[in-house]
């Protein structure tokens, strides 16, 4: 299985802040790795997929970046809904692996 | 608007089998697959498996031998049965086509 590995594990963070999110995988999952928000007692939201693209309706302060083993999310001004918690998931080998969780938390 | 339903039983003794359906509403399966993955509680996501409208499906391997998913293009449905389950199998269950569009979440215990 291709582990995924995300850092930081949590973060705390101010409204306006910019903060980054890193997901390394065991090995290259070219481009194909997406981004979720999840908040508490809620599904997952799709933000990004392969790599970089936009989900439709997802804000522009969110972006992502990367391709091969190292990729980040970019949220460009943290705001109040902003705070939940971040996964990735490689989509090039099954099983289809999520990161830990990445929890972004008001400072 | 796509709107995906879940339902199934939510109490599980163990070795019982876990079955739960999925309903698209306001879209479709076409070229889509449709997947599900599973959060215990408190902890990270993980996938479980995914199937096509075609019925060509694609499991985990840590499941694939208590894993049967299924389609009814019909009625615009798909399931999850997991055999044999224990305590390791509680969990938020989720259903999600392409990624895009989840169910509410279904909590599943096993517990004797």
């Known amino acids: 299985d291709i582990q995924m590995t995300q850092s930081p594990s949590s973060l705390s963070a101010s409204v306006g802040d910019r903060v980054t999110i890193t997901c390394r995988a065991s090995?290259?999952?070219?481009?194909?790795l997406s981004w979720y928000q999840q908040k508490p007692g809620k599904a997952p939201k799709l933000l990004i997929y392969?790599?970089?693209s936009l989900q439709s309706g997802v804000p522009s302060r969110f972006s992502g970046s990367g391709s091969g083993t190292d990729f980040t999310l970019t949220i460009s001004s943290l705001q109040p809904e902003d705070f939940a918690t971040y996964y990735c998931?490689?989509?090039?080998?099954?099983?289809?692996?999520f990161g830990q969780g990445t929890k972004l938390e008001i400072k | 608007q796509v709107q995906l339903q879940q339902w199934g039983a939510g109490l599980l003794k163990p070795l019982e089998t876990l079955s739960l359906t999925c309903e698209i509403h306001?879209?479709?399966?076409?070229?889509?697959?449709c997947s599900w993955i599973r959060q215990p509680p408190g902890k990270g996501l993980e996938w479980i498996g995914e199937?096509?409208?075609?019925?060509?499906?694609n499991y985990n391997p840590s499941l694939k031998s208590r894993v049967t998913i299924s389609v009814d293009t019909s009625r615009n449905q798909f399931s999850l049965k997991l055999s044999s389950v224990t305590a390791a199998d509680t969990a938020v269950y989720y259903c999600?086509?392409?990624?895009?569009?989840w169910g509410q979440g279904t909590l599943v215990t096993v517990s004797s």
């Open positions: 999600a086509r392409g990624g895009i569009n």
């Open positions: 306001g879209g479709s399966f076409s070229g889509y697959y």
């Open positions: 199937i096509n409208q075609s019925g060509s499906t």
């Open positions: 090995q290259s999952v070219t481009n194909y």
């Open positions: 392969i790599a970089s």
């Open positions: 998931q490689q989509g090039h080998s099954i099983p289809y692996t």
